[in-house]
């Protein structure tokens, strides 16, 4: 009875160990090690990443990190304490999730749009986009909400894609000028319309939390193409439309 105790749970220690993972995938195909399939998976992912990233001589996550770290020892702080140890990695994937507008192409999500309006030809309005970017720099947030209109000729574009369209250029280093620029350009040079409106209204906390330290203020930038910059009854309609000049708060600025 004891042998058979024994035996029993070095099997049961050979099962779980990892040499049984290894083991299980030298046998002939149809592995259904769940644990070791898991792992892979995540192991091709990463290298895959990492692929990636050396093709396009972006820095590894690796590197990432390691840049984190230099920066809490220059901060004054341990990176290897309790608290910090697992911080380089997190900053480096939220930083990967605030930037990810590097990835996408503001053209493609553009790119489906309708003729089938029944000849509407008013204003398309879409206002109070919300959205977060980061001051190129100092690479603090500018958090603020954006009013984005066109004037269609035979074509318009799902509401949704203009908020993403918001979303790629917020989510990348800026300053709200360009990324005002940005937004009406794409829009104008992929629908044709005949006009478009983009006006950011933003708080930046490179000013209200260093420097002149000024919460509260709020920068607005706009862009007028088309009808918009021509017609002043269009113009009027439009910021009638976005409430521009009430005094309501930014959000969570």
Not at 150 to 175: C, F, N, T
Not at 216 to 224: E, F, K, Y
Request: charge should be neutral; proline fraction near 5%.
């Amino acid at each position: 009875m004891r042998q058979s105790f024994i035996f029993t749970n070095i099997v049961q220690l050979y099962t779980l160990s990892p040499l049984s993972m290894l083991m299980c995938c030298t046998r002939e195909r149809g592995c259904d090690c769940m644990r070791h399939e898991r792992s892979g998976e995540l192991m091709n992912k990463r290298d895959n990443e990492i692929s990636a990233e050396q093709a396009s001589g972006r820095p590894t996550q690796d590197q990432a990190e390691e840049a984190v770290r230099t920066l809490i020892r220059w901060a004054g702080d341990n990176p290897d304490r309790e608290g910090l140890v697992q911080t380089p990695a997190r900053v480096a994937r939220a930083y990967r999730e605030f930037f990810s507008g590097y990835e996408s192409d503001p053209m493609q999500i553009l790119a489906t749009t309708f003729s089938e309006v029944d000849g509407y030809d008013e204003m398309v309005v879409l206002k109070d986009i919300r959205f977060e970017s980061y001051c190129e720099h100092h690479m603090v947030p500018i958090i603020g909400r954006a009013h984005v209109a066109y004037l269609p000729e035979h074509r318009v574009v799902g509401i949704s894609k203009l908020a993403r369209l918001v979303d790629i250029y917020a989510k990348r280093l800026q300053i709200q000028e360009k990324m005002t620029v940005q937004i009406a350009d794409a829009l104008n040079t992929v629908l044709q319309p005949k006009g478009v409106a983009v006006i950011l209204e933003a708080a930046h906390q490179c000013m209200s939390t260093r420097g002149v330290h000024k919460p509260g203020a709020s920068l607005v930038t706009s862009r007028m193409l088309g009808a918009f910059r021509d017609d002043p009854s269009t113009r009027r309609e439009f910021l009638s439309i976005v409430g521009h000049g009430a005094n309501t708060p930014l959000p969570n600025s």
